[in-house]
Protein backbone atom coordinates (compact mmCIF):
# COMPACT_ATOMS: atom_id res chain seq x y z
CA UNK A 1 0.00 0.00 0.00
CA UNK A 2 1.79 3.64 -1.00
CA UNK A 3 -0.33 5.60 1.09
CA UNK A 4 0.33 9.71 0.06
CA UNK A 5 0.52 12.70 2.23
CA UNK A 6 -2.92 14.20 2.65
CA UNK A 7 -4.25 17.81 4.34
CA UNK A 8 -7.63 16.55 5.54
CA UNK A 9 -9.95 19.21 5.49
CA UNK A 10 -13.77 19.22 6.26
CA UNK A 11 -16.47 20.52 3.86
CA UNK A 12 -19.83 21.75 4.61
CA UNK A 13 -22.84 20.79 3.25
CA UNK A 14 -26.05 18.57 3.12
CA UNK A 15 -24.42 15.42 4.72
CA UNK A 16 -22.98 14.00 8.05
CA UNK A 17 -19.70 14.55 7.24
CA UNK A 18 -17.47 15.34 4.43
CA UNK A 19 -13.77 16.33 3.65
CA UNK A 20 -11.48 17.29 0.98
CA UNK A 21 -8.29 15.41 1.41
CA UNK A 22 -5.36 17.61 0.06
CA UNK A 23 -4.93 21.44 -2.17
CA UNK A 24 -4.66 19.97 -5.78
CA UNK A 25 -2.03 22.90 -6.48
CA UNK A 26 0.83 24.42 -4.10
CA UNK A 27 1.60 27.14 -6.89
CA UNK A 28 0.02 28.71 -10.32
CA UNK A 29 0.92 30.79 -12.33
CA UNK A 30 -0.64 32.37 -15.91
CA UNK A 31 1.60 32.08 -18.28
CA UNK A 32 -0.27 33.49 -20.98
CA UNK A 33 -2.63 32.01 -23.61
CA UNK A 34 -2.31 29.53 -26.10
CA UNK A 35 -4.83 30.34 -28.78
CA UNK A 36 -8.25 31.35 -26.67
CA UNK A 37 -7.05 28.83 -23.77
CA UNK A 38 -5.14 30.05 -20.51
CA UNK A 39 -1.63 28.71 -20.01
CA UNK A 40 -0.49 28.24 -16.34
CA UNK A 41 2.50 26.38 -14.61
CA UNK A 42 1.40 24.96 -11.67
CA UNK A 43 2.98 22.80 -9.03
CA UNK A 44 1.18 19.81 -7.57
CA UNK A 45 0.29 18.49 -3.98
CA UNK A 46 1.57 15.08 -4.25
CA UNK A 47 -1.98 14.12 -4.24
CA UNK A 48 -2.74 16.94 -6.77
CA UNK A 49 0.24 15.62 -9.21
CA UNK A 50 -1.30 11.93 -9.27
CA UNK A 51 -4.74 12.93 -9.90
CA UNK A 52 -3.54 14.86 -12.58
CA UNK A 53 -1.26 12.90 -13.63
CA UNK A 54 -4.35 10.06 -13.57
CA UNK A 55 -7.10 12.26 -15.05
CA UNK A 56 -5.78 13.81 -18.12
CA UNK A 57 -2.11 11.70 -19.32
CA UNK A 58 -3.44 8.37 -18.39
CA UNK A 59 -1.11 8.08 -15.08
CA UNK A 60 -1.50 5.39 -12.36
CA UNK A 61 -4.54 5.63 -9.79
CA UNK A 62 -3.26 3.12 -7.13
CA UNK A 63 -1.72 6.02 -4.82
CA UNK A 64 -4.52 7.71 -5.01
CA UNK A 65 -6.90 5.19 -4.47
CA UNK A 66 -4.77 3.42 -1.27
CA UNK A 67 -4.73 7.03 0.54
CA UNK A 68 -8.72 7.34 0.34
CA UNK A 69 -9.41 3.89 0.87
CA UNK A 70 -7.32 4.22 4.18
CA UNK A 71 -8.81 7.57 5.02
CA UNK A 72 -12.25 6.26 4.71
CA UNK A 73 -11.02 3.17 7.21
CA UNK A 74 -10.03 5.19 10.02
CA UNK A 75 -13.05 7.36 9.94
CA UNK A 76 -15.55 5.72 8.40
CA UNK A 77 -15.17 1.71 8.84
CA UNK A 78 -18.37 -0.29 8.94
CA UNK A 79 -21.10 2.60 8.24
CA UNK A 80 -20.79 2.74 4.42
CA UNK A 81 -23.01 0.44 2.43
CA UNK A 82 -22.55 1.41 -1.27
CA UNK A 83 -20.17 4.28 -2.97
CA UNK A 84 -21.33 6.51 -5.78
CA UNK A 85 -19.91 9.31 -7.56
CA UNK A 86 -21.44 12.39 -9.49
CA UNK A 87 -22.22 12.22 -12.88
CA UNK A 88 -19.98 12.94 -15.76
CA UNK A 89 -19.77 16.34 -17.29
CA UNK A 90 -17.51 15.11 -19.75
CA UNK A 91 -17.65 12.24 -21.85
CA UNK A 92 -14.30 10.29 -21.54
CA UNK A 93 -13.21 6.65 -22.81
CA UNK A 94 -12.10 6.16 -18.82
CA UNK A 95 -13.81 8.22 -16.65
CA UNK A 96 -10.80 9.26 -13.18
CA UNK A 97 -13.78 9.21 -10.73
CA UNK A 98 -15.59 6.24 -11.46
CA UNK A 99 -12.37 4.58 -11.56
CA UNK A 100 -11.53 6.19 -8.29
CA UNK A 101 -15.05 5.27 -6.84
CA UNK A 102 -15.07 1.39 -8.20
CA UNK A 103 -12.07 0.62 -6.55
CA UNK A 104 -12.44 2.64 -3.28
CA UNK A 105 -15.99 0.07 -3.06
CA UNK A 106 -14.10 -2.91 -3.83
CA UNK A 107 -11.87 -2.10 -1.14
CA UNK A 108 -14.82 -1.20 1.23
CA UNK A 109 -16.28 -4.86 0.36
CA UNK A 110 -19.29 -2.31 -0.71
CA UNK A 111 -21.36 -1.80 -3.63
CA UNK A 112 -20.47 0.44 -6.46
CA UNK A 113 -23.95 2.45 -7.19
CA UNK A 114 -23.17 3.17 -11.06
CA UNK A 115 -26.64 5.24 -11.03
CA UNK A 116 -27.60 6.87 -8.21
CA UNK A 117 -27.81 10.12 -10.03
CA UNK A 118 -28.41 10.70 -13.40
CA UNK A 119 -27.61 13.53 -15.84
CA UNK A 120 -30.69 13.70 -18.19
CA UNK A 121 -29.59 17.33 -19.44
CA UNK A 122 -26.58 17.81 -20.62
CA UNK A 123 -24.27 20.70 -19.39
CA UNK A 124 -21.11 22.64 -19.96
CA UNK A 125 -17.77 21.44 -17.60
CA UNK A 126 -19.05 23.36 -13.80
CA UNK A 127 -16.37 25.30 -14.11
CA UNK A 128 -17.40 27.15 -17.55
CA UNK A 129 -20.74 28.16 -15.74
CA UNK A 130 -21.06 31.43 -13.91
CA UNK A 131 -21.68 30.90 -10.25
CA UNK A 132 -24.88 32.59 -9.60
CA UNK A 133 -26.43 30.05 -12.78
CA UNK A 134 -24.98 27.00 -11.37
CA UNK A 135 -27.29 26.11 -8.75
CA UNK A 136 -30.45 26.50 -11.17
CA UNK A 137 -28.61 24.53 -14.21
CA UNK A 138 -27.26 21.68 -11.47
CA UNK A 139 -30.96 21.63 -10.19
CA UNK A 140 -32.31 20.68 -13.52
CA UNK A 141 -29.57 18.51 -14.74
CA UNK A 142 -28.82 16.37 -11.84
CA UNK A 143 -31.54 14.14 -10.75
CA UNK A 144 -32.24 10.65 -9.27
CA UNK A 145 -31.28 7.62 -10.90
CA UNK A 146 -32.37 4.01 -10.97
CA UNK A 147 -30.22 2.38 -7.92
CA UNK A 148 -32.72 2.89 -5.35
CA UNK A 149 -30.99 4.60 -2.30
CA UNK A 150 -33.53 4.21 -0.41
CA UNK A 151 -32.24 3.33 3.92
CA UNK A 152 -28.33 2.42 2.35
CA UNK A 153 -25.14 4.98 3.56
CA UNK A 154 -23.52 6.31 1.05
CA UNK A 155 -19.98 7.28 0.70
CA UNK A 156 -20.19 10.02 -2.45
CA UNK A 157 -16.94 10.28 -3.88
CA UNK A 158 -15.01 12.94 -6.74
CA UNK A 159 -11.91 13.57 -7.83
CA UNK A 160 -11.78 17.41 -7.31
CA UNK A 161 -13.29 20.15 -5.47
CA UNK A 162 -13.86 23.30 -6.76
CA UNK A 163 -16.91 24.72 -5.49
CA UNK A 164 -18.74 22.31 -3.80
CA UNK A 165 -21.70 22.79 -6.11
CA UNK A 166 -22.24 19.78 -8.11
CA UNK A 167 -21.55 17.80 -4.68
CA UNK A 168 -24.26 19.70 -3.03
CA UNK A 169 -26.93 18.74 -5.58
CA UNK A 170 -25.85 15.46 -5.26
CA UNK A 171 -26.20 15.25 -1.81
CA UNK A 172 -29.72 16.69 -2.10
CA UNK A 173 -30.70 14.34 -4.79
CA UNK A 174 -29.27 11.05 -2.74
CA UNK A 175 -30.93 12.96 0.44
CA UNK A 176 -34.59 13.13 -1.30
CA UNK A 177 -34.24 9.85 -2.81
CA UNK A 178 -34.16 8.39 0.18
CA UNK A 179 -30.53 7.70 1.46
CA UNK A 180 -30.14 6.91 5.42
CA UNK A 181 -27.05 8.89 5.07
CA UNK A 182 -23.93 10.59 2.98
CA UNK A 183 -20.70 11.09 3.42
CA UNK A 184 -18.34 12.87 0.97
CA UNK A 185 -15.06 12.29 -0.14
CA UNK A 186 -13.03 14.70 -2.51
CA UNK A 187 -9.58 13.97 -3.24
CA UNK A 188 -8.13 17.29 -3.83
CA UNK A 189 -9.43 20.80 -3.61
CA UNK A 190 -9.08 23.91 -5.25
CA UNK A 191 -10.48 26.34 -2.88
Do not use: C
Not at 2 to 21: F, K, N
Not at 108 to 124: E, H, I
Request: charged residues 20%; positive net charge.
Amino acid sequence: MALVEIDPRPVAGPWSAGYTLAWHTVSSTFLGYDGDRKVFDNTYTPLGELVFQFKYRGGPHSSIVDTAAHFVNSRWLGVIDAVTYPPFSIRRASQPTRTIAAEIAARLGVRLLDSAVTKPTPTPPIKNVSKDQRPEMLRIAIQPGPDSVQGVRLLLVDDLWQTGATMIRVAEVLGQAGAADVKVLVMTRTK
